[in-house]
């Protein structure tokens, strides 16, 4: 089994200190809800940001959203090899059922999100993603089987294909949810190896990709072909 974690997601909904920012208040006047419940987009709000504490690295609902797609869509997934989790700078954790379907829209995405920050589950009645609050991120990881990995531009380079090979049983990894900058986590304390990719940074699309292709390769469980299903 493979759990990926988005950690430290620049995933939230705008904080009071910017509700009243010009910016905030006409985007969501624009959609017809309050300022604090709406996702925080750095597209939209990048004025708000401008003089927020680490404003330059907050509000990207994007990165989870190409995240999320990528694992849902993938064949480790459709074999029930892989849980898929998402955890927020404000330690949230978002849990996926494999079953979910996730918008491939963008504005559908961060109109879902915002649902399930305020109810705390979707659907409602049998939930297929589902928000717990308040969980730090070695909290988190503790109890999960498995090695535990950190993706990070400054780990040990290796070659990704061969070490998931030697992987015995389950494999947690992290990849990092924001656009550049390190993880405010004590990454060593917390994981069995910190790990490297590649010579120079990559997108954590990329990296979820890649990872998610060298899992299906050493699993049996993954049949090496799967059908293509439009949407």
Same mark, same amino acid.
């Given at each position: %089994?493979? =759990?990926?974690?988005?950690?430290?997601?620049?995933?939230? /909904?705008? #904080?009071? $200190?910017? $509700?009243?920012?010009?910016?905030?208040? =006409? &985007?969501?006047?624009?959609?017809? +809800?309050?300022?604090?419940?709406?996702?925080?987009?750095?597209?939209?709000?990048?004025?708000?940001? !401008?003089?927020? #504490?680490?404003?330059?690295?907050?509000?990207?609902?994007?990165?989870?959203?190409?995240?999320?797609?990528?694992?849902?869509?993938? +064949?480790?997934?459709? $074999?029930?090899?892989?849980?898929?989790?998402?955890?927020?700078?404000?330690?949230?954790?978002?849990?996926? &059922?494999?079953? =979910?379907?996730?918008?491939?829209?963008? =504005?559908?995405?961060?109109?879902?999100?915002?649902?399930?920050?305020?109810?705390?589950? *979707?659907?409602?009645?049998? #939930?297929?993603?589902? /928000? @717990? +609050?308040?969980? #730090?991120?070695?909290?988190? /990881?503790?109890? %999960?089987?498995? @090695?535990?990995?950190?993706?990070?531009?400054?780990?040990?380079?290796?070659?990704?294909?061969?070490?998931?090979?030697?992987?015995?049983?389950?494999?947690?990894?992290?990849?990092?949810?924001?656009?550049?900058?390190?993880?405010?986590?004590?990454? &060593?304390?917390?994981?069995?190896?910190?790990?490297?990719?590649?010579?120079?940074? /990559?997108?954590?699309?990329? *990296?979820?990709?890649?990872?998610?292709?060298?899992?299906?390769? !050493?699993?049996?469980?993954?049949?090496?072909?799967?059908?293509?299903?439009?949407?």
């Amino acid at each position: %089994m493979l =759990t990926l974690i988005l950690a430290e997601a620049e995933l939230e /909904l705008v #904080p009071a $200190a910017l $509700a009243g920012h010009p910016a905030v208040r =006409t &985007s969501a006047k624009r959609r017809g +809800r309050s300022p604090r419940s709406i996702l925080l987009d750095s597209s939209l709000h990048h004025p708000a940001l !401008r003089s927020f #504490p680490e404003g330059e690295r907050r509000g990207r609902p994007d990165i989870a959203h190409l995240f999320v797609l990528l694992c849902l869509d993938s +064949r480790i997934n459709l $074999a029930g090899e892989l849980q898929t989790i998402i955890h927020t700078r404000n330690d949230d954790v978002l849990r996926f &059922s494999r079953e =979910t379907r996730i918008p491939k829209n963008y =504005t559908r995405f961060v109109g879902l999100m915002e649902d399930l920050f305020a109810k705390g589950r *979707v659907p409602e009645d049998k #939930p297929l993603i589902t /928000l @717990e +609050r308040d969980v #730090p991120l070695p909290q988190l /990881l503790k109890g %999960m089987p498995g @090695e535990k990995w950190a993706c990070t531009e400054d780990g040990e380079r290796i070659g990704l294909f061969d070490e998931i090979s030697r992987v015995k049983g389950d494999l947690v990894a992290l990849v990092g949810g924001f656009p550049h900058g390190k993880f405010h986590a004590d990454l &060593s304390a917390i994981c069995d190896r910190l790990v490297s990719i590649h010579s120079e940074p /990559l997108r954590a699309w990329t *990296v979820t990709s890649e990872i998610l292709v060298a899992f299906a390769h !050493r699993s049996p469980a993954v049949p090496p072909k799967a059908k293509v299903r439009s949407r």
